[in-house]
């Protein structure tokens, strides 16, 4: 018996996203599926190159909060540095002609590479990788898949990717040309020389 006692447990369950399939009869452009999201904000929405659409669960309490801290982060450093723009979870980009959207945990862009965007390139889904991205694993989330996301960031323009491994404390780094470099438990990972000066903290992610 408990007495004066809270216990809070964290239950993470795998979730699966709800599958939409909507080829022959209906194939979106980027500009309808960009509308299509704005109409349905609550909604978190991916689409696969297979033109499928999924509606993804919200994200568990506890992996929000740990996306907020690694952004504030994120956004701490890139605001003193100023050579670039970061963005947040609900960012979509398009890496390549034909490619559906994607959307990393955060990232960061150089601010030539930006400015160089047209504004209503600006305002959808920029056409345009990443000079970085992070993902964040989550309890529900499996680590292959995540994986070969990591993978398709750097094979498509992006210069430095980390996938935090919070199950495990691992930090897996991706660049192009070189393998996979792998952390265990590591207390902060830094991003230079592609972001010269930000180094995370992970005592504030695990």
């Known amino acids: 018996m408990l007495d004066q006692q809270q216990v809070t447990t964290e239950?993470?369950?795998?979730?699966?996203p709800l599958v939409v399939?909507?080829?022959?009869?209906?194939?979106?452009?980027?500009?309808?599926?960009?509308?299509?999201?704005?109409?349905?904000r609550d909604l978190r929405i991916e689409r696969t190159a297979e033109g499928e659409l999924l509606i993804m669960p919200p994200t568990g309490s506890s992996?929000?909060?740990?996306?907020?801290?690694?952004?504030?982060?994120?956004?701490?450093?890139?605001?003193?540095?100023?050579?670039?723009?970061?963005?947040?979870s609900s960012t979509?980009?398009?890496?390549?002609?034909?490619?559906?959207?994607?959307?990393?945990?955060?990232?960061?862009?150089?601010?030539?590479?930006w400015n160089a965007l047209a504004p209503e390139q600006?305002?959808?889904f920029a056409p345009i990788s990443p000079d970085f991205v992070v993902e964040l694993r989550s309890k529900s989330?499996?680590?292959?898949?995540?994986?070969?996301?990591?993978?398709?960031?750097?094979?498509?323009?992006?210069?430095?990717?980390?996938?935090l491994d919070r199950q495990n404390r691992r930090v897996?780094?991706?660049?192009p040309g070189v393998p996979v470099q792998e952390l265990d438990n590591p207390e902060t990972v830094s991003?230079?020389?592609?972001?010269?000066?930000?180094?995370?903290?992970?005592?504030?992610?695990w």
């Open 191 to 205: 991003g230079a020389p592609e972001l010269p000066g930000f180094i995370l903290k992970l005592g504030q992610i």
């Open 141 to 163: 989330d499996g680590l292959k898949p995540l994986q070969s996301k990591m993978q398709d960031y750097i094979d498509k323009g992006v210069k430095l990717g980390w996938l």
């Open 172 to 175: 897996y780094i991706y660049r």
């Open 11 to 16: 239950v993470e369950v795998e979730t699966h």
């Open 63 to 88: 992996t929000g909060n740990q996306n907020a801290k690694l952004l504030v982060q994120l956004g701490v450093w890139a605001e003193r540095d100023g050579t670039g723009v970061y963005f947040d």
């Open 21 to 40: 399939r909507m080829r022959p009869v209906i194939d979106l452009t980027d500009d309808q599926f960009f509308e299509f999201c704005q109409i349905n």
């Open 92 to 113: 979509g980009f398009k890496l390549s002609p034909g490619a559906p959207p994607v959307s990393p945990d955060a990232s960061w862009i150089k601010l030539e590479r």
């Open 122 to 124: 600006q305002e959808k």
